[in-house]
């Protein structure tokens, strides 16, 4: 974690519907691989490749505990895509302060 | 705007690359289809259809004057997803606090 593209290796894992899923549920507390796996409509190789795509974008964290891995939230994970979604907002009322300065002058 | 499903909108947006430098593009101010498509290495309708997708999430809002259609960013268009991220943090949290209450008890 840390470098530049750190959100958009986070919108890209919250951009699928499935994985937006498995963080709700994770959220409510750490839960098996294949409790997860349980309610999806697709194979268990499938939810895995999801839940690596999870912790490589660093929403998701795993543990192997004996024959069990069980995932949890990595709840600052979130934070490359709220600094990035909070930056082009900054960004962009810094323009509409400047674009109501303008107008005062011409008034 | 305004349904529960407006996070999952935001979120299909901005897990496309092309998509978040259109966002990062019109955070910096109006831009033009035609300006906004130059650097880009796809065809006009292509970039179209990505700002398309980005009006129906409502992270972005178009407005033609005369021949040009610009760009513009909806800065509040973000809320849904940064209030779902919040909420499952905000889940997350509660469960920790719960887990450190009961090795308390266990103390």
Known sequence: MGTAHDYARVF??????????IVER????????SDLAKPLKMTLAAVVQHIQVLEAS???RT????RVRTCSLRAKGFAP???WMA???S???KKLDRLGALLDEEE
Not at 26 to 33: A, I, K, L, R
């Open 26 to 33: 994770v959220s409510e507390g750490p839960v098996s691989v």
């Open 58 to 60: 660093g929403l998701v």
């Open 91 to 93: 960004l962009w009322e």
């Open 63 to 66: 543990r192997k505990v004996g």
């Open 87 to 89: 930056a082009r907002k």
């Open 81 to 83: 895509a709220t600094d």
């Open 12 to 21: 890209n894992a919250l951009g699928d519907p499935t994985r937006r899923v």
